[in-house]
């Protein structure tokens, strides 16, 4: 199973960007998904999450900036950033809860993205 996160890059303040992560290989269900970013000398933080059924959460920070989504049949969530600000600059790193086959039985295990870098500079 891998998470294959995209759609970063540089951006001037109040730009948008909308970031992808696409899960792939022995994938039987994709429960929550979620972002996280990591900016230089911080911990890693947790920005947005949604769940099978569609319910999202956010961070105070990003509320009303950025929308999280998903496609199930695509098995990919989605990440819309508007507003920008510079304290937006991180690496973005999707999360999943994804159950496989183990050859044998059903299990559940969290992934990680590689992450992408998003620069909010004018």
């Known amino acids: 199973v891998q998470l294959q996160a995209s759609g970063g890059g540089l951006v001037q303040p109040g730009g948008s960007l909308r970031l992808s992560c696409a899960a792939s290989?022995?994938?039987?269900?994709?429960?929550?998904m979620a972002w996280y970013r990591q900016a230089p000398g911080k911990q890693r933080e947790l920005v947005a999450t949604?769940?099978?059924?569609?319910?999202?959460g956010y961070a105070d920070s990003v509320k009303g900036r950025f929308t999280i989504s998903r496609d199930n049949a695509k098995k990919t969530a989605y990440l819309q950033m508007n507003s920008l600000k510079l304290e937006d600059t991180a690496v973005y790193y999707c999360?999943?809860?994804?159950?496989?086959?183990?050859?044998?039985?059903?299990?559940?295990?969290?992934?990680w993205g590689q992450g992408t870098q998003v620069t909010v500079s004018s």
């Open positions: 949604i769940t099978t059924g569609g319910s999202t």
């Open positions: 290989g022995s994938i039987l269900s994709i429960n929550n």
């Open positions: 999360n999943a809860d994804v159950g496989y086959n183990d050859g044998s039985s059903y299990r559940s295990r969290n992934y």
